[in-house]
């Protein structure tokens, strides 16, 4: 990519760690993925034609600015949006709406408040057929792996923010979706609980077979979190590119301190910076600012 900073070369254990997920069957494949919405007297493209591929287990992060499409992008990636062209594919099936292989969470804390902590992870369970003695049993399960189980008589007004999403994954996981959908799910949540919240979930997903789409605006969590980034640009939302992550994930999670993630952290913010930059050069230009006689020189 012209002026934007290269990542360093991956080590061999990198390389042979991407050459196992591609080596992965796919789970997804989205192809030429066009949304448009009607925009005054027309329509607006949001998604400019969209390709990607992720493989069994892997971690797919999507960044972008403001306004570029990962919402939307993900939306119609879980059938809650219709695409106006191309096609996705969840194991080789068309997806055309929601659907048990697909499960999503969102920002906000989506359970059912008048329902317990077990009768929400139990829900989707119930709906999916299961007797209510498996569902429970399955439920509990569930609540276990995201650490939760003695909680399961609580209702989500007695848990902290942190808990109710650790709910909300086990609720979504609960379905055994083949991808889990996750739109800036600790986006709400302090620093402190953000992170501990990465690591509950790099850990639950090294435990299970599912494949992660998390968007994010932070980077940072990004640059923890995924085996590959897809950088997205606005105005119409397409791929900049699809980054590999050059680093592995030691026993105790990665570090930004880490080199290699402070060159890929560098080279997503050049990326970024250089589409946004070419997008405004196409807004209307800022108002030329007035400088105040009153005020003198230097800032520093
Ligand atoms: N149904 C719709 N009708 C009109 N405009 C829409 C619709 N859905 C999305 N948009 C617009 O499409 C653009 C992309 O929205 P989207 O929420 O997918 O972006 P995003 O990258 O997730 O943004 P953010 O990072 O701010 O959450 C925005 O400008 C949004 O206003």
Known sequence: MSGSLALPEQSEDVRA??????????ILQVRGLVKRVPSGSGERTILGGIDLVTHRREFL????????????????????EEAQGGDILVTGRPVHGPGPDRAMVFQGYTLFPWLSVLRNVMFGLEMAGLPKA?????????????GLEPYADAYPAQLSGGMKQRVAIARALAIQPRILLMDEPFSAL??????????????????IDVTILFITHDLDEAVLLADRILVLKANPGEVVELMEVPALRP???????????????ARLESLIHAHEQAGAEDDEPAPPVVKLDSVGH???
């Open 17 to 26: 760690r991407f050459a196992r997920i591609k080596a992965r069957e796919e």
């Open 61 to 80: 992060c999507v960044v972008g600015p403001s306004g570029c499409g990962k919402s939307t992008l993900i939306r119609t990636i879980a059938g809650l």
């Open 134 to 146: 498996e569902a429970d049993r399955q439920a509990r399960q569930w609540l276990t792996l995201v």
């Open 190 to 207: 302090d620093a402190r609980t953000r992170a501990r919240m990465q690591a509950y979930l790099v850990d639950i997903w090294r435990k």
């Open 251 to 265: 026993p105790g999670g990665r570090s930004l301190d880490d080199p290699a993630l402070e060159a890929t952290l």
């Open 298 to 300: 230097g800032v520093d």
